[in-house]
């Protein structure tokens, strides 16, 4: 009876980290915390070492990853990619440590030297180069056979085409981590849960150009297979990626010593809030290739190398209610206000609890007492909820099926691509007539990526709403200065400076102007697309009255979706408010198309250094007006490398050997002048 019992309690452990595992891997839908994940997975394991006749094929001790998705083709990893035994502990270290010991017959222990190697949260993957030549990219799969999304992985510019250098092996499998940086993240963050997911999302798109317009990032780390690698050392292996054009970790150290691995743990964890990029742990691996070797691996994991877990920030509080917020594009997010607590050095009083449908999986009331957890920049979230100290005081909260801002009806799109509802609830208006969203979209209108004015914050659309001042965006073009320097915190230097940073953005592009609009599934990309069909801000409002719409099938890259939100939009009688009055109150400089058959047609350029007098961006669209492309990687298609300001010196030479024509900014600037 008791192993029956023992068999039955593993088996649901097995069932429930098989059924994780393919939404982590397969779907890119994590449904639980990294730490949940963790425990379970150690459950496992110390079942299977204290009961010898528990064994499934499904067993974290026997798999990795997950099997590849069907909507690639499959190939096999010519040396497998393998997963790693977990540290949580000083004391799981030292028994690494011992382990290795033992298996080396070591009775006086000699001194370990460790490559010690932030590990990013990030997407595995294997880079296949021959004769210097990038040939194929997989992902990790499940850990013998992969994902081929070479496609995909050539549109990332970290991942160099072709390696000249002598000493690069003439064959060998470069891997790393595939990432999205948080600065970057935080404008996808509303398609996307978290950094990996969005890296994990861009990688698996069908069309490489979908995944060119998502910032992915390349550090690489490791090798698989490899001829003709003449290096003995891990640290010495991280340096020579340099050397041959790869990125690496800035925050790899070569460290020897439980107690200085420790030290450097701790140090690293108190600088991640501050980093670029989510790290979710440190990888130790033996220093030495020789001791590597002779270590080699178990089932899944190398013997060799360790990954030591970043302890999660959390805490438990008590949930005192939940609130709803509305977003630019009506999504209903449900926040829960909790008894405030000290989360790694913060004062949390608010934890998002995402949508409707995480609200019900995880039976989450209010009253509760919950497990939060904050990582990083992301916001807190509720891990679970302490059944056992529910009271009979807890109430079940009931999703808003009006907007809680204007009342319209909130719904569940359906998703014609999944065949499911989207979890996300939403409000159905479509104008500025919801509060919340009004908010929002003005937010949108100044940020950084549209408008782009300076010091026209979130707090002071917020206050100029409270104030009556703003409630449309063209009111920002008739702000009543005299007012504003009334105003506690404003004086004559600072409603100046407003003024200033409004009066130099009366003039916008036509895409970014589109843009700004917040139009739900416009993006810039998509808003630079409209924008060279439709050309100008007149046509553009002549779609509401010619009802044209079908004709924006015709650009390549916008879909029914899009075509329906431009619909909405235009149809609502406020925004066709907001777009003539701004038309009046601002200058939107109508799209000037590429020439196809300018100075520059069928050359293509890359730029390194910085240039003076004119930011790279400029510097591209000038080529791009006169024909020319902009490529990022130094190779046989390149035609002209123009070279600024310290210079990357490694471009130059590859430049050089390849006998690419090399031009200063001058030099560039004169060619630009027989277009006159």
């Known amino acids: ?126 880079l296949s180069y021959k004769n210097g030549n990038f040939i194929t990219g997989l992902s990790r799969g499940d850990g013998k056979e992969g994902e081929d999304i070479t496609e995909n992985l050539k549109t990332i510019n970290d991942i160099p085409q072709k390696i000249l250098s002598k000493d690069f092996p003439n064959d060998i499998d470069v891997r790393g981590e595939i990432f999205i940086q948080n600065n970057d993240f935080k404008k996808l963050s509303d398609k996307f849960a978290n950094p990996r997911n969005a890296a994990s999302g861009s990688l698996r798109q069908k069309d490489s150009l979908e995944t060119k317009k998502i910032p992915l990032k390349f550090i690489a780390y490791t090798f698989g297979y490899e001829k003709g690698l003449k290096i003995t050392k891990q640290s010495e292996f991280l340096k020579k990626l340099k050397e041959w054009g790869f990125k690496t970790n800035p925050l790899n150290k070569t460290i020897t010593g439980i107690e200085n691995l420790m030290k450097n743990y701790k140090e690293i964890e108190n600088k991640r809030e501050s980093l670029n990029f989510d790290i979710d742990g440190i990888v130790y691996k033996i220093n030495d290739f020789k001791l590597q070797k002779r270590l080699g691996n178990i089932t899944n994991s190398p013997r060799w190398a360790i990954a030591h877990k970043f302890s999660a920030n959390n805490g438990v509080s008590k949930i005192e209610n939940i609130e709803i917020q509305i977003g630019r594009t009506g999504a209903l997010t449900p926040v829960a206000k909790i008894k405030p607590i000290n989360i790694g050095g913060v004062v949390v009083s608010n934890a998002t609890l995402h949508n409707e449908e995480e609200i019900i999986r995880k039976d989450i009331r209010i009253g509760d007492t919950v497990l939060i957890e904050r990582a990083g920049d992301v916001i807190p979230h509720v891990i679970s909820v302490d059944l056992k100290l529910r009271n009979k005081e807890s109430k079940k909260f009931i999703f808003p099926s009006k907007c809680p801002s204007c009342g319209s009806k909130t719904v569940k799109e359906y998703n014609s691509i999944t065949k499911k509802e989207d979890a996300v609830r939403r409000c159905i208006s479509e104008g500025f007539e919801c509060e919340k969203i009004a908010i929002e979209k003005i937010k949108h209108f100044v940020s950084k990526e549209a408008f782009n004015i300076d010091g026209f914050g979130k707090k002071i659309v917020e206050n100029f709403w409270k104030k009556n001042l703003v409630r449309l965006p063209q009111n920002i073009f008739t702000l009543d200065y005299s007012v504003i320097e009334s105003l506690d915190g404003w004086g004559k230097q600072s409603v100046s400076n407003l003024k200033y940073s409004i009066d130099s953005k009366r003039t916008v592009p036509f895409e970014k102007f589109i843009f700004a609009l917040g139009i739900r599934h416009i993006g810039l990309e998509n808003a630079k697309l409209i924008s060279k069909h439709l050309l100008s801000l007149k046509n553009f409002i002549s779609l509401a009255e010619t009802k044209k719409f079908d004709d924006l099938i015709n650009i390549d890259g916008i879909g029914e979706t899009q075509i329906n939100s431009i619909k909405s939009f235009l149809v609502n009688k406020t925004n066709l408010k907001v777009l003539n009055d701004l038309s009046r109150l601002i200058k939107v400089k109508d799209t000037i198309l590429v020439k196809k058959d300018g100075l520059f047609i069928n050359k293509t350029f890359m730029i390194t250094g910085k240039l003076e007098g004119i930011s790279r961006a400029e510097a591209k669209s000038l080529i791009e007006e006169n024909s020319g492309s902009i490529i990022s990687n130094v190779s046989k298609k390149l035609d002209f490398l123009i070279i600024g300001e310290k210079p990357t010196k490694r471009k130059i030479e590859a430049a050089k050997d390849l006998k690419i024509k090399i031009l200063s900014q001058a030099e560039w600037l004169k060619m630009l002048d027989k277009t006159s």
């Open 1 to 126: 009876m008791i192993r029956k019992k023992i068999e039955k309690e593993y088996n649901e452990k097995i069932k429930e980290i098989t059924k994780l595992n393919k939404f982590y891997y397969e779907k890119n839908n994590p449904i639980v915390d990294d730490s949940e994940y963790d425990i379970l997975k150690r459950n496992i394991l110390e079942l299977e070492s204290k009961y010898s006749y528990l064994k499934s094929k499904n067993s974290p001790s026997v798999t990795v990853g997950f099997k590849p998705s069907k909507n690639f083709r499959k190939a096999p990893h010519r040396v497998p990619m393998l997963s790693l035994a977990n540290a949580f502990d000083q004391d799981d270290l030292s028994n690494f440590e011992k382990k290795i010991m033992n298996y080396l017959n070591q009775k006086n222990r000699i001194e370990i030297e460790y490559s010690a190697e932030p590990k990013i949260d990030g997407i595995s993957a294997s």
